[in-house]
């Protein structure tokens, strides 16, 4: 059970990463783009940043 938590945080870790290196420098070369979706980039770096310590923390366990 364990295992599979730390797998799907991690798929969902990597996958969050794909998106958001490809969204970021396009909201950030739209016209007024940080003003139109400072909460997109926000709420998106602090999900990473959650998941990100979640990995580290589940990693201890599983190995």
């Known amino acids: 059970m364990l295992l599979l938590t730390f ?4 798929l969902a870790l ?3 990463s794909f998106v958001m290196v490809v969204a970021i420098p396009v909201i950030f070369a739209s016209p007024n783009g940080w003003d139109n979706n ?3 980039i926000l709420l998106g770096s602090a999900l990473w940043t959650v998941l990100v310590l979640l990995v580290g ?3 201890s366990f599983v190995i």
Do not use: D
């Open 57 to 59: 923390i589940l990693n």
């Open 14 to 16: 990597v996958a969050l």
């Open 7 to 10: 797998q799907a945080s991690l």
């Open 38 to 40: 400072r909460s997109f």
